[in-house]
């Protein structure tokens, strides 16, 4: 059979396709890259970068610290026993120029090695410094952060004090710690860019994109109590009995009338009091940040800031209080506060039905809406990158 000659052969398709995509490439004749340049400032890219994240661990341990230990009183029975400091180790590290950038940065080791200290916490006040490498625990050798973690952890549950062998610069030294009763809601640090925080009812998330956002601790400590508060008050709790309430009186009755499922009862009941919920836990938060000895007198400024940042959601009214009735809110508290402590009044946040009442920034109508950026309670929880809490047991791995 004939034939026909193809006009364009495979081969001379592949061609002028190869010639097509030469004619899109960049013409400039740019400078060869030195190789070692180049890993050079790749390991000085992972010495910026553990620097930086070292820097707001620090900072999140720091105010969490001094809001969990100075307010031990104001949190109910979720009260843990802490030497206040964590623990680090480079086995955690297996990228090699990575693991040397953090070697260098941090003093560590593969051994345990001390990382963040509580100030004015057992570890602190026993002399325990960054980079100590934990030697032994009570007169057993430790090689591994989870042994001397599991041995502290004993000690803590006991209610005893440890004693500790550290080494620094081939020195070793030996130290008592003895446990302190601090608020038992771990802070940590979730690894999100996005300027939001969150409270499970168990612990309390604060993302790294708000701590890049407050400009100093006295900001971190109104947001970190602001989520502490709404652990201590149970918001959560409540707003899953208001969402099961719903769930009862108005989606299941309509599920047996109609046949159909509906979650809007419980959606509804869930958001019910969303803004008085978050007012009170500005409210109480800015208590407990005034209790650990932060300025509370400009934090409100955070909300302006944030309105500068999304102008869109200024007077949004949603499950949250607007940004201006957070700003004339925590102005008004911090008022009450100032007030408490001229006349010599316990610092302690009023109840209703006591001689005083909450200053009047609650009073608002929940709308539907989502807020696009606010402190959150109902958000779910996230994987941590890293513990800022040396008393819990299921610490994950620490990675900056
Ligand atoms: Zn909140």
Request: with cysteine.
């Amino acid at each position: 059979m004939h034939r026909a000659p193809r006009i364009f052969p495979g081969r001379i398709v592949v061609f002028l396709l190869l010639a097509a995509l030469c004619a899109c490439s960049p013409q400039s004749k740019v400078p060869q890259l030195d190789a070692g340049a180049v890993d050079q400032e790749a390991r000085l890219q992972y010495e910026l970068a553990v620097r930086g994240a070292t820097g707001h661990l620090e900072q999140l341990y720091r105010v969490a610290w001094n809001l969990r230990a100075m307010n031990t009183e104001l949190c109910g029975d979720h009260v843990a026993a802490s030497f206040g400091f964590t623990l680090f180790s480079l086995k955690s590290y297996k990228n090699a120029m990575q693991r040397a950038a953090v070697k260098d940065v941090l003093h560590a080791h593969d051994v345990p090695t001390v990382f963040l200290v509580g100030p004015g916490g057992p570890a602190d006040v026993a002399g325990l410094a960054r980079g100590d490498v934990v030697v032994s625990v009570d007169g057993q050798p430790v090689e591994t952060r989870k042994r001397a973690r599991e041995l502290l952890s004993e000690a803590l549950k006991a209610g005893r004090p440890a004693v500790l062998e550290t080494r620094r610069d081939g020195a070793t030294s030996s130290h008592t710690l003895t446990p302190f009763k601090i608020c038992g809601y771990p802070v940590l640090m979730d690894p999100s860019a996005e300027i939001n925080a969150h409270a499970s009812g168990d612990a309390i998330y604060i993302n790294k994109g708000i701590i890049k956002f407050v400009k100093n601790d006295d900001e971190l400590a109104a947001i970190v109590g602001h989520e502490m508060a709404h652990n201590v008050r149970q918001h959560l709790r409540d707003q899953d009995f208001n969402a099961a309430v719903g769930h009862l009186l108005v989606d299941l009755p309509i599920r047996l009338l109609l046949g159909v499922n509906t979650y809007a009862g419980a959606r509804v009941g869930a958001q019910m009091f969303s803004p008085e919920y978050e007012a009170e836990a500005d409210y109480v938060g800015l208590y407990y940040a005034a209790r650990a000895g932060y300025d509370i007198h400009n934090v409100a400024d955070v909300w302006r800031r944030m309105s500068v940042e999304y102008p869109q959601i200024i007077t949004l009214v949603t499950t949250h209080p607007s940004n201006s009735q957070r700003f004339v809110g925590l102005a008004a508290d911090a008022a009450e506060i100032d007030r408490k402590r001229a006349e010599g009044l316990p610092l302690v946040p009023d109840l209703k039905g006591a001689s005083e009442k909450k200053p009047a920034a609650a009073e608002t109508d929940a709308a539907k809406t989502p807020p696009a950026t606010k402190t959150d309670a109902k958000t779910p929880a996230k994987t941590p990158e890293v513990t800022v809490d040396s008393e819990a047991d299921q610490q994950p791995e620490a990675d900056l």
